[in-house]
């Protein structure tokens, strides 16, 4: 037999021994469809969080304030170094003025903001507001200006970043358990559906051994049987997903419409570029590594018999 021929025989093989076994070949697909569609769904989840941290992230800044009686040259050459520090994105300066301008409407009403007349209570509130490329980075750009002359504080954004920084470390680990919680029971429904099909047919495998046959060539229909159930697992749930994503983003954009209003959500094109290939891995891996190991284990058996 050519190794076409060997190839068809072990296809056709692993789709009877999926017949066979039906209940528990059904179990280990299902399994492993919700493992995908969980996993699928945390992640639209996870990267969608992450792209409105990245969008909060690039609003996070730390605000420079200066000695009293300090002069405008040196406000504007600490300006020219803060722009040179590594991780900086947007400088913004805020004179006394405009300081006193957005006090005036955020905190004051217009009977109490007149009684000041022409006089500027913040007149020594100038300012700089710094915003980094990553948030990774404001620790050490908060060290660097403080240490420059002429600066009296840095109001910094730590609790603001502290916080995003949880929630997407948070994400990531319930992820992480989840879904590998999930594999593991997969894994074992799909070692428990090769060892009742290795053990249906013992007789057969032992007469196949008998007359010379190549332990590649008893193993590939159960190998086919692992791909097949661990690639039915895998396809159902990304057909499902990849149909409804749009629909779950216009469904929480309109049941929380104030908060994602200006949320942009990531596509489907970037989604499926990370899940598509790594859902396949997750769900070939599985089938083919837990119908392998099951194999080497259940033919050692049946020769020491």
Request: with cysteine; net charge neutral.
């Amino acid at each position: 037999m050519g190794k076409f021929g060997a190839f068809g025989y072990s296809v056709d093989q692993g789709i009877k021994n999926i017949r066979r076994n039906k209940l528990f070949s059904i179990a280990s697909m299902a399994t492993m469809a919700l493992c995908i569609f969980l996993f699928g769904v945390l992640y639209f989840v996870m990267a969608n969080v992450q792209n409105m941290i990245k969008e909060a992230e690039s609003g996070v800044g730390v605000t420079v304030f200066f000695n009293e009686g300090i002069a405008q040259e040196r406000i504007e050459e600490i300006g020219n170094e803060i722009r040179e520090i590594k991780g900086v994105s947007t400088v913004n300066y805020l004179n006394a003025e405009d300081t006193w301008k957005q006090y005036k409407e955020s905190y004051l009403n217009p009977e109490l903001a007149a009684s000041f007349g022409n006089d500027n209570p913040l007149s020594n509130s100038m300012s700089y507001t710094v915003y980094f490329d990553d948030v990774s980075y404001e620790t050490d750009i908060v060290t660097q200006i403080e240490a420059m002359p002429g600066v009296r504080k840095v109001n910094n954004a730590n609790d603001v970043v502290n916080t995003l920084t949880k929630i997407n470390r948070a994400l990531q680990i319930g992820t992480v358990l989840l879904v590998g919680l999930l594999l593991s029971i997969a894994s074992f429904l799909i070692s428990t559906t090769i060892t009742v099909g290795v053990s249906i047919r013992q007789k057969e495998i032992s007469i196949m051994h008998l007359i010379g046959a190549t332990d590649l060539f008893i193993k590939g229909p159960f190998l086919i049987e692992g791909l097949i159930i661990g690639l039915i697992g895998v396809c159902v749930p990304l057909s499902v997903l990849y149909a409804v994503y749009y629909k779950i983003v216009a469904l929480v954009v309109a049941k929380f419409s104030g908060m994602f209003l200006t949320m942009n959500f990531v596509t489907t094109k970037e989604i499926f570029t990370f899940v598509l290939p790594v859902s396949l891995i997750i769900g070939l891996g599985i089938g083919l590594s837990s119908s392998y190991f099951t194999l080497r284990r259940q033919l050692t058996q049946i020769r020491s018999n």
